[in-house]
């Protein structure tokens, strides 16, 4: 939207979740996890803060994702309350709608599907036939489709997946992505993190503190 503040003409290509999957819930972010974990910590430390805590503290993984995903869902409601404040009504989807009526706004246009780049300052969209991370919803009103358009410039900003290694593609129960990692059904015996940057460490310290191996 910044680029269209400068008259310029601006369109963005989306097919799966046009605000992203984070604000969806689905997500459960490492620095949540990790301030439970710190939580968690403090208590199992308690006599070092000169504290005497009796019984003991076990980490419920269940309440552990539901609270990650409350606090999602209270986000999503405070957007969904601002929006109504300023009148923007019929949101079935807030975060999808609410980003739909920022574009419209400021005059952005909406492409649903997958762009490929052709050569410079061309790219053709046509339907995506890969899954969705997450389970879709409505696809934004008065939208542009399938077909070639042409720009000046183009701005690759297409975020993440994980990368799947050859012998060990993911399975969802003995070899995770950070999706799985990031709502776990219940804590691992043992669990090997592959990776040491910012979000692998987080994991790591995450379940360590939970007690795991």
Same mark, same amino acid.
């Given at each position: 939207?910044?680029?269209?503040?400068?008259?310029?003409?601006?369109?963005?290509?989306?097919?799966?979740?046009?605000?992203?999957?984070?604000?969806?819930?689905?997500?459960?972010?490492?620095?949540?996890?990790?301030?439970?974990?710190?939580?968690?910590?403090?208590?199992?430390?308690?006599?070092?803060?000169?504290?005497?805590?009796?019984?003991?503290?076990?980490?419920?993984?269940?309440?552990?994702?539901?609270?990650? @995903?409350?606090? $999602?869902?209270? +986000?999503? #409601?405070? !957007?969904?309350? *601002? &929006?109504?404040? =300023? %009148? /923007? @009504?019929?949101? $079935?989807?807030? +975060?999808? #709608?609410? !980003?739909?009526? *920022? &574009?419209?706004? =400021? %005059? /952005?246009?909406?492409?649903?599907?997958?762009?490929?780049?052709?050569?410079?300052?061309?790219?053709?969209?046509? %339907?995506?036939?890969?899954?969705?991370?997450?389970?879709?919803?409505?696809?934004?009103?008065?939208?542009?489709?399938?077909?070639?358009?042409?720009?000046?410039?183009?701005?690759?900003?297409?975020?993440?997946?994980?990368?799947?290694?050859?012998?060990?593609?993911?399975?969802?129960?003995?070899?995770?992505?950070?999706?799985?990692?990031?709502?776990?059904?219940?804590?691992?015996?043992?669990?090997?993190?592959?990776?040491?940057?910012?979000?692998?460490?987080?994991?790591?310290?995450?379940?360590?503190?939970?007690?795991?191996?």
């Amino acid at each position: 939207m910044a680029q269209s503040y400068d008259v310029m003409k601006v369109a963005v290509v989306e097919r799966e979740h046009l605000a992203g999957i984070a604000p969806t819930g689905a997500a459960f972010p490492p620095r949540r996890c990790c301030a439970t974990a710190d939580v968690l910590h403090t208590a199992q430390h308690a006599k070092d803060y000169g504290l005497t805590l009796e019984g003991s503290i076990k980490p419920d993984v269940k309440a552990i994702v539901d609270r990650s @995903r409350g606090i $999602a869902h209270r +986000m999503n #409601n405070g !957007v969904g309350f *601002l &929006f109504k404040k =300023n %009148k /923007v @009504r019929g949101i $079935a989807h807030r +975060m999808n #709608n609410g !980003v739909g009526f *920022l &574009f419209k706004k =400021n %005059k /952005v246009d909406i492409i649903w599907g997958e762009a490929k780049i052709t050569k410079p300052g061309e790219i053709v969209v046509s %339907k995506t036939q890969k899954k969705p991370v997450e389970p879709m919803g409505p696809v934004p009103k008065n939208t542009l489709g399938e077909g070639t358009y042409t720009a000046k410039h183009i701005i690759v900003a297409t975020g993440a997946r994980p990368r799947s290694l050859p012998g060990i593609e993911p399975d969802g129960k003995l070899i995770w992505t950070y999706f799985e990692a990031m709502k776990p059904e219940e804590l691992p015996k043992s669990l090997l993190v592959m990776g040491s940057g910012a979000i692998g460490i987080e994991f790591a310290s995450f379940y360590r503190t939970m007690g795991v191996d």
